[in-house]
């Protein structure tokens, strides 16, 4: 999951201030990039990281600072020297991280839960935060157009961005324009994976795909089976027959979809409902031989994947879901997998 989506949700729930905590840039490695988000409550609470535990504690501590002047601030940590007495207390990751603290008040909430319904809404958002004037809010602009935050105008640049951004990628990063140093970053709502069939393999590869940061609906004409008792991690239950389910779904170019009913007819007749649509990944459980008998033309298309998942030797449902979350991961980020060969 994009660390974002947490800290939304913590902010949202929180009872008071806090401190949201964003690298904004790093030179070198290090285990998080531009974009890793991190919330840090007044009351103690903290939801992300923004490495693997050696910049939490000294975030804390400049986040105390943030919360009595209610500024934001930009604050570095050389990761670089594997000696204690720096920030980087041996970690050796050889990186300088600069982080943004960006406080979160009674008047600056609002504007970060308008960010949340838009992604909530299944809408993309660019944010542009300018570093050089730090009482000034951020810039929001959604892909519909809406804007919030900061009244500025927009750059250019910012709508290129905004439009033109890879589909869950996009660059982030600070960068200087007339003179004034801008942090950017995009926010994407939750990539929405489609299982048609929830059969006894359903309930683990949720489980996996929600950890992974997806947002998962079922489909299933059995309710029996399409329900949260039976699959508790899915996010959306949808009982029906495919030519009713695959319509009211509206499944688009952002959506992943599986096919795994185990029936070889509803599978060809999903993979008929589903073969021209827009898909980001489309996927049939079972072996490519019974995926090709599903297709009039004796084939699948190239772009559906079957077997779905990497190859990591799965047996079990549980190693399975594993391979087939890792495989979805690998589409989300852009890289390539076994089906591209």
């Known amino acids: 999951m994009e660390s974002y989506h947490a800290v939304l949700e913590a902010i949202a729930a929180a ?23 991190m919330w840090i409550g007044a009351n103690g609470e903290t939801v992300g990281l923004l490495s693997g ?24 940590f050389d990761l670089r020297n594997e000696d204690d007495l720096t920030w980087g207390q041996g ?25 949340k ?28 157009g809406e804007r919030f935050g900061s009244g500025r105008m927009p750059r250019p640049e910012w709508t290129e961005w905004l439009r ?5 990628r996009g660059w982030n990063g600070s960068y200087e324009a007339d003179g004034e140093e801008f942090y950017v970053q995009h ?14 393999d359903a309930p683990p590869l949720a489980a996996a795909a929600k950890a992974a940061g997806f947002s998962v609906t079922v489909s299933d004409w059995r309710p029996a ?46 993979v008929s409902l589903l073969a021209d649509k827009p898909l980001a990944y489309l996927g049939v459980l079972g072996p490519r031989r019974r995926t090709d008998r599903l297709f009039p033309s004796g084939s699948a298309p190239p ?7 990497l190859s990591i030797g799965a047996r079990s449902p549980h190693e399975i879901a594993i391979s087939i979350a890792a495989e979805l991961i690998s589409v989300l980020r852009g890289h390539g997998t076994e089906a591209d060969r």
């Not at 050089?132 to 951020?138: A, G, K, M, Q, V």
């Open 15 to 37: 009872p008071g201030d806090g401190v949201l905590a964003m690298i904004i840039n790093v030179e070198g490695s290090a285990y998080q990039k531009e974009g890793t988000c």
């Open 53 to 76: 535990g050696c910049l939490e504690e000294a975030v804390a501590a400049c986040v105390r600072d943030a919360l009595a002047s209610r500024e934001a601030a930009a604050v570095s």
């Open 91 to 115: 970690a050796g990751c050889n990186g300088l991280v600069r982080v943004w603290l960006e406080p979160v008040t009674d008047g600056t909430k609002p504007l970060w839960l308008a960010l």
């Open 117 to 144: 319904r838009a992604l909530d809404r299944g809408e993309h958002v660019l944010m542009a935060r300018s570093l050089s004037n730090r009482h000034e809010p951020p810039f929001f602009q959604s892909e519909t």
């Open 164 to 168: 033109d951004a890879p589909l869950f």
């Open 187 to 200: 926010f994407w709502p939750k990539p929405r994976l489609v299982m048609f069939g929830a059969g006894p």
């Open 225 to 270: 089976f399409c329900q949260k008792a039976h699959v508790p991690d899915a996010d959306r239950w949808v009982v029906g027959f495919p030519h009713e389910t695959v319509p009211a779904l509206r499944l688009n170019e952002r959506d992943f979809v599986i096919v795994m009913t185990h029936q070889f007819e509803r599978d060809r007749e999903l």
């Open 303 to 309: 772009f559906v994947r079957s077997p779905v998942g």
